[in-house]
Each structure stands twice: as C-alpha cells, then as structure tokens.
C-alpha cells in the first residue's frame, strides 16, 4: 500500500498502443489529442514508442515550469531539433549559457529602436499590399510570410541578404524546415540520418540558410559599420560582467541567434496574421468594428508607429488569435534534478512538454474557449488567470522578440482592413498544419477594395464562435 505522503504516480493519457505508445495520435490529430488531457489530470504521461515525456496541463503548474528554468531546462526532443538549425541560441541554449547571451541581444529589442523598426514594417506592409489587384485570389499565408520575411531582412540586414541568396529560396527553406521539425521530433534519430528526399531537402535547407548568414557576418565584421539594425546591435554588444568584461558575442553565437530571429520572425507573425485575417472574414460584427476603428484612426492612410496606441480593437484581435491559434503550440524542457511538480514525483532527464495551445483551450480557463471573442480582452471584463495567456512563454526564457512581433501584427492587420476586404473562397478547409508553427492551410481569400463605411463603435461587444 503506497504512504500517503509519497508522491502520486502520472496518470497515463489512454489509447496507448504496444511499441508504438501515443504516436499514432500525435500524428494524426495532435491538437485534439493534447486538448483531451487535461481532463486526465494536471500532468498525464504521454509515450512515443519507448520514450516517455510529461505534459503539463495546469497554468500554475505551467508558470512553475517557465520560471524555474535551471530545473526545467531547454532540451528533449523538439529542442534538440530545433538545435540542428538554430544551435545553442536564446530559444534553445541551456541556463547555463542563457543569461549572457540575453543581457547581450537584449539591447537590439530596446523600446528606443522600435520607432525605427516600425518604419520599416509599415513601408513593406504598405509596398506588399498595394501590389494586391482587386479580385485576386491570394494565398493568404504565403502572402503574409512575403511581408514578415522581408521586414526581417530589413530590421536584421539594413537592405537585404546577398542577391546570390536568392530571396524567394531563402522562403522556400524556412518553410522546409518548419514543416520537417513537427515530424522529426517523432521520428527515431535513425529514421531521421537516412537520405530520403525529405531528409535531403532539410539538410540542404539549413546547410543554405547558415552559408548565408555566415556570409553577411562576414561582410559586416569586415565593414565594421552600424547600419542601425538587429545585426548591428549584436555585433556591438558587450559584456558589462566582472569576469567577461568587453567581450562581445562570438560569431557563432551570433549565426546561432541570426538563425534563430530569421526562422522564428517569419513564420510566427506571419501565421498569427494569416489566422487573424480568416477569424475577421468569419465574423461580420468583429469586421465592421474593426473597419471602424482603422476609418476613424488611419483615414485611409497605412498604419505607424503612432497609432498604435489607438488601435485598441485591432490588438485585442491579434491578442485573441494568438490565444486560438498560438503560432508556437509545442515545447519540451528536460528536469536536470528530480523534481516534485503538482503533487507528483519528476525524476531528473524526463521530458516535459508544455503547449500554450492547451491551456488556451480551456473551458475551465476560458469561457466559450473556442469562440473568437476579441472584446474579452477589453478592460473591465473578467479575465482569466495571469498565467493562462502564454503565447511567447513566460519567465526569463519568454520570447525576446514578443513586442516586435505584436506590433508588426497589429500594423499589418489595420493597414489591410483600412484598404482592403479578404473573401474565403471555395475548396478545402482551412485547417492547422502540423508544423512547429500552427499556421493555417489552405487559406485562400479573394480581395476587395473595400469603400470607407460609416463610423461604427469599435467598443462594441460580440461573442461569436470561431468556427474552425
């Protein structure tokens, strides 16, 4: 009989198969398999063949997690892949290495350098929109991934990427990528090393990404100017410690970090605008609001810097896709000492996963969780708990990069709604892909110019479901 004072065991998710343990399911539908444990408890066991991992499904349980963060360290299995093309960067280094190396990119996300990034979003948001022809029938993400791609380069590169890189494949990589890192994380590392197509064409990807980057550090060390930009700010940044006074980032902990900025800065945004544009043409009330504010706060004009502040109605939309739809919606740590975590035993190296997506989905957390209803984010309802919300992670390893990414958000979403109406057209369903970012599939909408409407009460409140 076990003592009432040792720790419980973690329940075991069911359907569990013989060699194979929970992979089928992670496959086929993840989110739903991972939406469906919470009711198992607050941690649940989850087996992919012999591996065994523990995924936290309770918000306190989860800021536990973020924030002890030399307990629950960076590693398994969806890390370690990660590490193959971003290496030991801010998104994946161990603590060990972490505090450094944030003290020192930490200056490039500076509130002082945003008015000049958001300069350059705006003028390659407004460029890539005014290309739009009416009636045309866009792939909505591909067309969001075009913007976020090359507002990066600018912000990181001051003009661009060598032109031998190739503009167009170095998008076609990033994508490789992002769509193989999802599958590679269940895959045997054998399966992984053998030379399948697929195989191929990651390697070749990643091997392409990090000539180029490589190449532009190269430039830049020889040219010794600041260009203004993320890059810049890396190459001048230097330690303040008393052991490593005066000593800057090395190279290879600026390519690991310039990789990392490039592939996280382009699908991540990209997929929360893609998603916020389906969600508005879905919902008619939320549309004319919005359409309302951007009349009133832009009067037909692209959207900057300073309007952020009264684009109120636009950011709680972006804030309540990214709730929906988390553009990163999986991530594992690895305890490096036993731990006790909700009442139960952790023994040191087992994986844990946390999924934003899961918390953000429910019921218990959020009313009508599924339900697109931006107006809960206004001031005066009743929100939810303070750790429910972790789009960006939380504690000292939350993404560096959060309020660059909502704010190239919300300046695209109101300078497409101030000119132009997105319409679903007719095939498949849209879908999210199983990808290490949750973007949608199969969006396509047709645009419309849209006419300036009557001023409408962005404040005005809805609640409608999501109907994904």
């Known amino acids: 009989m076990r003592s009432t004072s040792e720790p419980a065991a973690v329940p075991v998710a069911p359907g569990r198969l013989p060699l194979l343990g929970h992979l089928l399911p992670l496959i086929r539908d993840p989110l739903a398999f991972l ?15 012999p591996t065994k991992a523990v995924v936290v499904c309770d918000p306190e349980l989860n800021h536990r997690l973020l924030m002890e963060d030399r307990t629950f360290d960076k590693g398994g299995a969806f890390i370690e892949k990660a590490r193959e093309f971003v290496g030991d960067s ?15 990119a930490q200056p490039a996300f500076h509130q002082a350098r945003m008015p000049g990034y958001t300069g350059i979003m705006t003028e390659h948001i407004t460029e890539a929109t ?53 599958r590679r994380m269940l895959t045997p590392r054998s399966l992984n090393r053998l030379p399948t197509p ?31 930009d993320l890059l810049s700010a890396l190459l001048a940044a230097r330690d303040d410690g008393s052991e490593t006074a005066g000593r800057g980032l090395s190279d290879t902990e600026i390519t690991d970090n310039t990789m ?25 009330e939320v549309e004319r609001a919005l359409h309302g504010e951007v009349d009133a706060v832009l009067d037909g004009r692209p959207a900057t810097h300073t309007d952020l502040p009264h684009l109120k109605l636009t ?18 740590r690895t305890t490096t000492a036993d731990a006790l975590l909700g009442g139960h035993r952790i023994p040191e190296n087992t994986t844990v996963i946390y999924s934003p997506y899961i918390l953000h989905r429910r019921a218990d957390l959020f009313d009508a969780p599924d339900r697109f209803d931006p107006d809960r984010w206004m001031p005066g309802r009743v929100q939810p708990g303070r750790h429910t919300l972790v789009p960006f992670g939380g504690g000292s390893r939350k993404c560096i990069g959060d309020t660059f990414a909502v704010t190239e958000a919300t300046l695209a979403l109101a300078t497409i709604a101030s000119r132009w109406t997105l319409r679903h057209v007719a095939g498949p369903p849209v879908t999210p892909a199983k990808s290490a970012v949750l973007y949608p599939r199969n969006l396509r909408m047709r645009a419309k110019v849209r006419a300036e409407g009557p001023r409408t009460d962005s404040t005005k409140g809805w609640n409608l479901d999501a109907g994904h």
């Open 35 to 49: 939406s469906s444990l919470p009711v198992r408890g607050d941690l649940v066991e989850v087996r992919v063949g």
């Open 260 to 284: 990392m900025f490039v592939l996280a800065g382009t699908e991540t945004t990209a997929s929360a605008l893609a998603w916020a544009l389906h969600l508005v043409a879905g919902h008619p």
């Open 90 to 104: 801010l998104g994946t280094c161990p603590h060990s290495l972490h505090r450094r190396q944030r003290r020192l």
């Open 198 to 228: 697929g195989n191929r064409r990651y390697r070749q990807a990643v091997a392409r990404l990090h000539r180029n980057v490589h190449a532009v550090l190269a430039d830049r060390r020889a040219d010794g100017t600041d260009h203004g």
């Open 130 to 182: 005014r290309s739009w022809r009416p009636g045309r029938v866009l792939d909505v993400y591909a067309e969001m991934t075009g913007i976020t791609f090359k507002i990066l380069l600018a912000t990181m590169f001051s003009s661009s990427l060598p032109a031998q890189a190739g503009h167009d494949r170095l998008h076609e990589d990033i994508v490789a990528i992002f769509d193989t890192v999802y």
């Open 315 to 332: 950011g709680r939309i972006i804030t309540e896709t990214l709730r929906l739809y988390p553009p990163g919606w999986i991530f594992t």
